[in-house]
């Protein structure tokens, strides 16, 4: 890019030179760097002029030139460099000639390399190191403008144009270029070398063998006072890489331009971490014990420990320091030359691993260890750095952050702290001082005492430290699996001298044969399962005392790798191989059971009893730790007679039963609630419901329908029994029925005129004493919003249904308390509902709302307005009352082994069953009074019913519904 520029400057060479183009050397691409850059090295002035000082290549032979730069502040990942280049070349002519001609604003582009190099500090003065990252650019660069001899003197070597902004007469035109490094990884140390290179006519990595603008390129100079950010370090002296007045090629330091450095601006970030990393698990089995040629280039203890094996790894993570201090390492190959090739680094590659590694401590306190050997290869010096002590959470590094050399080497003593970037700086100084480089030993942690590290970074691998182990569960999953529900058991493997019979008491396993025919005497079954074996939990065979022979093992299908293919068996036999007390017992010692593989050798568990491998399923899991079952089951056999009933197999915190089923199920059995009349009917599902009495009581008038189809619901909230009652009369079987209930509470659903005063003051006259609360409204309607708001303080569902009848309301009583809500009465045949209503509505708090009954009973026009008043609505209804009894308790209820059934011809003995069943929490049908129709009975089987409970007499429910007689032609 070109920055604002103004003239003024002293020409050092006549013309400009090109870039050295940098081959072959090239540095992997990071992840994107963190954010917040910041400026650390900065020699631009804030008022630029027109032109600098500046360097000619071609004039001074020059290949490469540059600058060693200390920088400010902390971030240390470089993303971006400008540098200032000074321009004297003319469109046409030459600058000191008077043929310079240049059209206003028109450029060159040219290819400039940038460089960064590590410093060597060994010696005397600072020599190029490591190629830390080079970066080229086309570089877009001005002609100076045609010289201005009415405004500047104009000399045989000197023909000046006239800056009109500063009032001054140039040579040349600076102007700044922008080299961005943040793809590049270029990490670098507190100082760095910064390099410029280009090719000219005769110098660089390819010169361009002509004459052309390329010669009077140059770069910019400035004075060592000019860093306003950061500091030149080398006051008299650059790097330059020259055959100017006699030197000799190479990129060393140079005297020949004293009190002169690179006008530029560098900004770095601080060193990014990679992510995703790539992850990696180190169980127990990873972590050896001790330090030898086998183990050093695995995870293992370092020498010395104070004793051996004084670490482990458990759920938690790397437990160190226990009893001792301990050291857990990964090294490196340093055995062979390719190893040592591999582990060879440079300064910037050690600083990059350093400020990307981290490690989690959750406890105690731990220190990052990295060893390294450097100097003389034939006899290096070894240290280790390492970190200050870390406590508990998440720690990364820097290279201001304070470290420490547990050898001592240089000026350096043992254990002596610097900061890291000052200890990176002295190792790679001693290596080279020394002859030789520096190669990585390895890394990890160290503890004097207990601590626990679940996971470390380094190279942008995360390693994480856990050992999976085998918990306690409880059971709460159980399948039964019988001769009519296999499910996914296989029984293939049983041959034909082996039987599995499902019975009443579980699954008969049994072998036979005369010796000599054996070969086919196995009877065995398997189900398939995928789980960790960490997760098979509290593992259970129960097997029916009264066994003969040998008994059938417990086997599972175990995949040591985890990759999905099952590798062997493990065969499981407590009673003849061992749990911890070697039993005899019926199901054995499964807590502490053996067992071996078949078809396998060993999975790391030593061998026994003539096994290739035997030993407790936690020791598998030690040697195996990505282990998983892929199926259990049984086997008795092969070639051995016994008998045994199998009752239940427990692995992966799941119970399998086996058991036995008739193929045709019984129809459901029939019984009846019935009474004289309407009340003696309430009085007897109060009975049934209630035999130990209620809190609680709701009285509704038996003569009309509508307060008490309200009142089903609110009861089963209370968990209170429905009794009826005339308007102006208590009859003496209700009366006695409270009495034996002996409720604290009673209450009245609906106004004096469908309950009396007279009988309000017979309840209260009640020799109990109860409390008597009345919940009326004007209407019907009102009623029902009334008793909704006083036994409802939150709903889950909101029923409406018309209460111009009573089927619909009769079973959606039930269903709206299954589901936790109330039922409304609403003038069905009416386009909309009432502003009461959708108050009452908006007052419940739920939005889903569920319409009893089809478009003739509940209107379409209220289902519409609804859905416009923002409430999901849905419509459960059929083609008569039965069918809309079937729909409602086929949206609410799942299974239930229990129902019950009323009459849709009449609603006296059906009101208090309403409130029995919502308090049951099982659904209520309507049928036909003289048989049940067809599918009313479908949707009751296929609930899984056993018991459908008649409500009231031959009268409303007739013997041919209590036998089960379906309609004929009808539903």
């Known amino acids: 890019m070109i920055r604002s520029s103004s003239p003024g400057a002293r020409l050092l060479g006549s013309t400009a030179a090109l870039a050295l183009a940098v081959t072959g050397l090239t540095i992997a691409a990071a992840s994107p760097a963190a954010a917040a850059p910041a400026v650390v090295y900065d020699s631009i002035p804030e008022a630029q002029p027109a032109s600098y000082p500046s360097l000619g290549y071609q004039a001074q032979a020059t290949w490469e ?71 080229t650019n086309d570089v877009v660069a001005p002609y100076r403008p045609t010289p201005s001899p009415e405004d500047c003197a104009q000399s045989a070597g000197s023909k000046p144009w006239w800056d009109e902004d500063l009032q001054t007469c140039q040579n040349g035109i600076a102007f700044d270029v922008s080299f961005d490094f943040s793809g590049e990884d270029a990490v670098v140390g507190n100082g760095v070398i910064v390099t410029v290179a280009y090719n000219t006519q005769s110098y660089g990595a390819d010169p361009e063998g002509v004459n052309g603008p390329w010669n009077a390129l140059n770069v910019s100079l400035a004075t060592p006072s000019a860093p306003t950010v950061g500091t030149d370090e080398s006051t008299t002296e650059t790097i330059r890489d020259t055959t100017y007045q006699g030197d000799t090629r190479g990129l060393k330091s140079s005297t020949r331009l004293p009190n002169y450095g690179l006008v530029m601006e560098i900004t770095a970030d601080s060193v990014p971490a990679v992510d995703p990393l790539t992850e990696v698990t180190v169980y127990e089995r990873d972590v050896k014990a001790n330090e030898t040629a086998q183990t050093y280039t695995e995870w293992h203890e370092g020498n010395p420990n104070g004793t051996l094996d004084n670490s482990v790894v458990l759920a938690d993570g790397l437990h160190l320091g226990l009893g001792d201090p301990s ?86 003593g043992v254990q002596e702290t610097a900061p890291l970037g000052e200890l990176i700086d002295a190792v790679f100084d001693f290596a080279a001082a020394d002859g030789g480089g520096v190669a990585l030993a390895g890394y990890g942690v160290q503890a004097d005492s207990a601590a626990v590290v679940p996971s470390l970074v380094w190279d942008d691998t995360r390693y994480t430290f856990t050992q999976p182990v085998i918990e306690a569960c409880v059971t709460t999953t159980s399948t039964e699996v019988t ?97 911890g007390d070697w039993s005899t017992t019926v199901n054995g010692d499964w807590a502490d059971a053996r067992f071996w593989v078949t078809g396998g050798t060993g999975f790391g568990v030593p061998a026994g009893g003539g096994y290739p491998s035997l030993g407790t399923l936690d020791e598998y899991l030690l040697a195996n730790p990505e282990a998983r ?164 303080d939150t709903v889950a569902a909101i029923y409406i249904a018309s209460g111009l009848n009573f089927p619909d309301a009769l079973t959606a009583g039930p269903a709206a308390a299954e589901l936790g809500g109330p039922i409304i009465l609403v003038r069905g045949t009416s386009s909309s509902l009432d502003a009461a209503t ?28 609804l859905v416009a008043e923002s409430y999901l609505v849905k419509r459960n209804a059929g083609a008569d009352r039965y069918a809309t009894s079937i729909a409602i308790n ?21 009101l208090a069953g309403s409130a029995l069943a919502a308090g049951q929490g099982v659904p209520l049908y309507v049928s036909r009074t003289a048989c049940i129709p067809e599918n009313v009975y479908e949707s009751i089987v296929a609930l899984g019913t056993e018991t459908i409970v008649l409500l009231g007499g031959p009268a409303a429910l007739s013997t041919d519904v209590a036998d089960l007689e379906l309609c004929a032609g009808v539903n």
Request: charged share 15%.
């Open 327 to 412: 050291t857990v390492i990964k090294g490196t190959d340093l055995a062979t030359p390719e190893g040592v090739t591999a582990n060879t680094l440079t300064r910037s590659q050690l600083r990059t691993l350093l400020e990307r590694a981290s490690v989690e401590v959750a406890s105690g306190s731990v220190t990052y260890q990295v060893p390294i050997f450097f100097g003389d290869p034939s006899d290096p010096t070894f240290t280790t750095l390492r970190s200050t002590s870390l406590t508990a959470g998440s720690h990364s590094f820097s290279q201001a952050d304070t470290w420490a050399t547990t050898r001592a080497f240089g000026d350096y």
């Open 483 to 579: 001769n009519l529900a296999l499910g996914d058991w296989d029984f293939s493997q049983t041959r034909t001298q082996g039987i599995n019979e499902f019975t009443e008491n579980g699954l008969r396993v049994e072998t036979f044969g005369e010796a000599g025919t054996l070969g086919q005497a196995k009877a065995a079954g398997y189900a398939p399962i995928d789980i960790a074996l960490s997760e098979v939990g509290d593992i259970a065979f129960d097997i029916a005392d009264g066994y003969t022979g040998v008994r059938p093992s417990l086997q599972l299908g175990f995949d040591a790798d985890g990759d999905g293919t099952q590798d062997a068996l493990l065969v499981g036999e407590p009673w003849a191989y061992g749990g």
């Open 838 to 865: 959708l108050q009452a509505l908006d007052g419940l708090g739920d939005n889903e709302v569920t319409i009893a009954g089809g478009t003739a009973v509940v209107s379409a026009g209220i289902q519409s307005q």
């Open 65 to 135: 030139f540059g600058d060693y730069v200390l920088l400010d502040g902390g971030n240390r990942a470089v993303s971006d460099v400008t540098i200032s280049l000074t321009s004297w070349a003319c469109e046409t002519g030459q600058w000191n000639l008077g043929d310079c001609e240049t059209t206003p604003g028109s450029t060159f582009s040219h290819p400039v390399t940038m460089n960064l190099y590590e410093a060597d500090n060994s010696g005397a003065e600072p020599v190029v190191g490591d190629l830390i990252a080079s970066v």
């Open 629 to 792: 079952i892929l199926e259990y089951g049984y086997s008795l056999g092969s070639g051995v007679i016994g008998e045994a009933t199998i009752e239940s197999i427990t692995v992966g915190c799941a119970e399998t039963t086996f058991g036995f089923e008739l193929e045709t199920l019984a129809p459901p059995v029939t019984e009846r609630l019935a009474g004289d009349d309407r009340y003696e009917t309430a009085v007897a599902i109060s009975q049934a419901g209630f035999e130990s009495g209620a809190d609680t009581v709701y009285i509704a008038n038996g003569v009309g329908y509508a307060d008490a189809l309200s009142a089903a619901p609110a009861a089963a909230q209370d968990d209170a029994p429905l009794l009826l009652t005339p308007a102006n009369t208590l009859p003496s079987v209700v009366r006695a029925e409270l009495n034996r209930l002996s409720p604290s509470t009673i209450v009245i659903v609906g106004g004096t005129a469908a309950v009396s005063n007279s009988v309000q003051n017979a309840l209260e006259g009640l020799s109990f004493t109860p409390s008597v609360e009345r919940v009326a409204g004007a209407d019907r309607y009102a009623t029902s919003r009334a008793i909704a708001d006083y036994a409802f």
């Open 890 to 910: 086929e949206d609410a209820f799942d299974a239930e082994t229990v129902v019950y059934l009323a009459t849709g011809e009449n609603f006296a003995d059906a």
